[in-house]
Nanobody
Framework: QVQVVESGGGLVQPGGSLRLSCAAS????????MTWYRQPPGKERELVAT????????TYGDSMKGRFTISRDNAKNTAYLQMNSLKPEDTAVYYC???????????WGQGTQVTVSS
């Protein structure tokens, strides 16, 4: 069966860094567009970043540009989100989505909590 599992969340001080990982199994990973979303407390889910199947196309939410970097390793079936210069407003549950390039079917992970606080 398909599994999407996020990891790497935790508590970090403002200005710090974290790297999230998203491992997908049960799919041909190289055919899936990978996207990170986040949902801050009391707010709607928002797009963080997305990366194309070959890793050569990326897009970011406006507030993440220049601070976050999405990447993928198709040999390891894993996508990553490097987050630098973290701010308290980055506090959220971060979700990973794997979306099939051709059918559009999407699979979601359970999320990982990121808390930015001193």
């Amino acid at each position: 069966q398909v599994q999407v599992v996020e990891s790497g969340g935790g508590l970090v001080q403002p200005g710090g860094s974290l790297r999230l990982s998203c491992a997908a199994s049960g799919v041909t990973f190289s055919l899936y567009v990978m996207t990170w979303y986040r949902q801050p407390p009391g707010k709607e889910r928002e797009l963080v970043a997305t990366i194309g199947t070959a890793g050569d196309s990326t897009t970011y939410g406006d507030s993440m540009k220049g601070r976050f970097t999405i990447s993928r390793d198709n040999a390891k079936n894993t996508a990553y989100l490097q987050m630098n210069s973290l701010k308290p407003e980055d506090t959220a549950v971060y979700y990973c989505s794997a979306r099939a390039r051709f059918s559009g079917r999407a699979y979601w992970g359970q999320g990982t909590q990121v808390t930015v606080s001193s």
